[in-house]
């Protein structure tokens, strides 16, 4: 049987970063056993609905990388893949378990079922629970007051009618966690279908992982209470359930866990998928850092494309224990990235930053040799245009203390005899830069390293960066000449 995994948020807003850790990690499963990976849209509940959401949160997965084979927008044979295009499917599934005994009826409002809890809890009981025989349904009540309640249109649910056997066991082979033993009191008469007609998350989890012919359900540990549940519905359809594997939890540094954005420390460790491409981390990056929490491929390395992990991933490797978001971690992560990736690709990415830093755009050939000169230096590419303004435009402004430290006694003939060598040159290419300072400084009897600095403030203006002369090179002839020239204009000579 071909492996079939979803990923099945609900749009209740933004793309958290577990729920990428979540659907990256189906996605890799997919992959690595030539299945498929669903996206199925869980909007059943529809107080927490927001609209957009669910663009939002396609197209914070594609910025990830993370592309499903089925879901809105790329139907299959399963389709639709939005919980509210099915709701006659839940309500058919509901039925059916009413007509064979499995499901009921309940006809009491909101507000007796708050007073029954109310009781429950006023008694000090374990936990609360649907009281069948105290309640209104079809299993309390006789079949024409029943019958009653529906011919005058009173609201219903049904509930799941929950076996009564206190020692039955509902046991979950996880395939992260192992076995898993719930006791009888981890379900109750659940509902399933909600009185307008919408079914809860469990009884549209279940009917449509069953429906999509879905293999293995892989999800957060935050559904683990809600497996004996869906063993139950799984039990109670006579469908066989599917394989299950719940992720650990992601925590903050702080060991709480990471729901919301939260400070800690110096950091800002934000939840939103869409703050950290905002941030400037590479997708790569993220992802990377994302398949480490919570799985690891058990020789230490650390790095990895999607390609590479596709390779390495296996469910067996995923641990159990909460995974600890760290962001200088993350930091470090996209630090690696940015050497990894190719510079033609760096030059296009680079593109936006460069528009948002107002500063002029060079060609792409340029910028490639701008991404490679700077990405050792940076964590963000969005750095680079600010912190190397110089790459991009003349200097206005000299650092004052190397300024101080530099020019002075016979700084300005140097810069002009640098000037000289350097606007001799027929050929502007590294080594030929490099004779040109040396023939300088010879020319005055003295060393090359006297002159690199000066050379550095009048091209940059800044007392470090790049390679001088890998930058020299990528400015030009004409640019370097005419920041010289500016420089001798700009620092008189010193007496
Ligand atoms: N709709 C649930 C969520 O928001 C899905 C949980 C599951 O994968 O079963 O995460």
Redesign the pocket.
């Known amino acids: 049987m071909s492996v079939r995994v979803?990923?099945?948020?609900?749009p209740?807003g933004y793309l958290h970063v577990g729920?990428l850790r979540?659907a990256l990690y189906n996605y890799l499963f997919a992959r690595k056993h030539g299945g498929t990976f669903v996206l199925r849209v869980?909007d059943t509940d529809r107080k927490r609905f927001v609209e957009d959401a669910m663009k939002r949160l396609i197209a914070s997965m594609r910025w990830a990388g993370i592309d499903y084979d089925e879901g809105p927008g790329k139907e299959g044979e399963v389709g639709p893949y939005t919980q509210s295009e099915r709701l006659a499917l839940y309500r058919d599934a509901a039925e059916q378990l009413v007509k064979a005994g499995k499901a009921y009826y309940a006809f009491d409002t909101p507000e007796e079922v708050e007073a029954m809890r109310q009781i429950q809890e006023d008694q000090q009981l374990p936990h609360t629970f649907y009281d069948r025989a105290a309640m209104k349904n079809s299993l309390s009540c006789d079949a024409a007051q029943v019958q009653a309640w529906i011919a005058e249109g009173v609201p219903y649910v049904v509930r799941l009618k929950a076996p009564e056997d206190p020692n039955k066991q509902y046991i979950l082979q996880d395939l992260v966690h192992g076995e898993v033993v719930f006791a009888s009191d981890s379900v109750d008469d659940q509902v399933l279908l909600k009185a307008d007609g919408f079914p809860t998350?469990h009884l549209a989890?279940v009917v449509d992982?069953h429906a999509m012919k879905i293999t293995h359900?892989i999800?957060?540990e935050e559904?683990l209470p809600?497996a004996p549940k869906h063993l139950l519905l799984y039990e109670s359809f006579g469908w066989e359930p599917p394989k299950m594997a719940h992720l650990p939890l992601l925590l903050n540094s702080d060991g709480t866990k990471m729901s919301k954005r939260k400070t800690i420390g110096a950091f800002q460790v934000d939840v939103m998928v869409e703050d950290y491409r905002d941030k400037g981390y590479l997708p790569e990056a993220l992802i990377n850092f994302l398949s480490l929490l919570g799985w690891n491929p058990g020789t230490g390395q650390e790095l990895f494309t999607l390609a590479g992990l596709v390779e390495a991933f296996s469910l067996e490797r995923a641990q159990k224990a909460g995974a600890s978001f760290d962001i200088e971690k993350l930091q470090w992560m996209n630090k690696q990235h940015l050497k990894m990736l190719e510079l033609t690709d760096l030059a296009q990415r680079l593109k936006p930053a460069v528009i948002a830093s107002g500063m002029p755009m060079p060609s792409d050939e340029a910028l490639a040799v701008i991404a490679g000169l700077m990405r050792e230096r940076v964590t963000f590419l969005e750095e680079i245009p600010t912190q190397a303004d110089y790459l991009f435009r003349d200097p206005t402004v000299y650092d004052e203390g190397v300024v101080k430290k530099q020019w002075k006694g016979d700084a300005f003939a140097k810069m002009v005899a640098l000037q000289s060598q350097l606007s001799g040159l027929s050929v502007w290419e590294r080594d030929a830069i490099d004779q040109a300072i040396v023939q300088a400084a010879e020319g005055m009897g003295l060393k090359k390293g006297a002159f690199l600095a000066i050379m550095r403030l009048a091209v940059s203006g800044a007392a470090g960066g790049p390679d001088l002369l890998d930058m020299m090179a990528l400015l030009g002839q004409e640019t370097c000449l005419r920041r010289v020239a500016r420089a001798l204009e700009a620092l008189p000579p010193m007496v």
């Open positions: 979803r990923f099945a948020p609900s209740t729920g979540t869980e998350y989890n992982d359900v999800r957060g559904w809600s």
